[in-house]
């Protein structure tokens, strides 16, 4: 409901002419899986100079707030929204279609898909957010190697025999 809400503002609000696929992900959009309560949305842009020049100033004059992220290649648009106590509730990545955060929709996809890896999920995140209670950072390194297996399992899955592997990348 959150998630649908948001899509639907964003494709008000936003330049059809930029926006593409507005997906949700992260722990949010599998059912049942205990998470933060802030929603991740992931939103393909045509351009991310475009997005700089028009959907900045329309997102700010929104009370989002923005951030260019440059730790990630390739880097991209961020997005934070706050509820009236400035608690963050959604979280939006705007990227374009060559971005490597689509791969987390496979990720996704087979934890929704899949009951027991879910739930592993769910137990590693548990036992990382009780030992790094206050280190955000660590909590993230601990879930990567994780994440990266199954995701590479869900490559697989979904796409079978399309994926050739060559030096842990893709190639249809």
Do not use: C
């Not at 959907?55 to 290649?73: H, K, M, N, Q």
């Amino acid at each position: 409901m959150l998630f649908e809400s948001e899509a639907a503002f964003l494709r008000r609000k936003l330049p059809r002419d930029l926006i593409n696929r507005i997906e949700h992900f992260g722990s949010t959009s599998i059912m049942g899986l205990a998470a933060k309560p802030v929603i991740d949305i992931l939103v393909e842009v045509s351009s991310l100079e475009e997005t700089k020049k028009q959907i900045v100033p329309l997102l700010e004059a929104e009370g989002y707030d923005y951030f260019w992220r440059t730790d990630v290649e390739p880097p991209y648009a961020w997005f934070i929204k706050r509820n009236s106590a400035g608690r963050r509730t959604h979280h939006l990545h705007m990227v374009e279609s060559d971005s490597k955060l689509w791969g987390g929709l496979y990720f996704r996809d087979y934890l929704r898909q899949f009951d027991d890896e879910a739930k592993r999920y769910e137990e590693l995140k548990k036992s990382l957010a009780e030992r790094y209670p206050n280190d955000r950072v660590a909590y993230t390194k601990g879930k990567a190697e994780f994440i990266a297996a199954v995701t590479q399992r869900a490559k697989l899955y979904f796409l079978g025999s399309a994926v050739m592997l060559t030096n842990g990348e893709e190639s249809l």
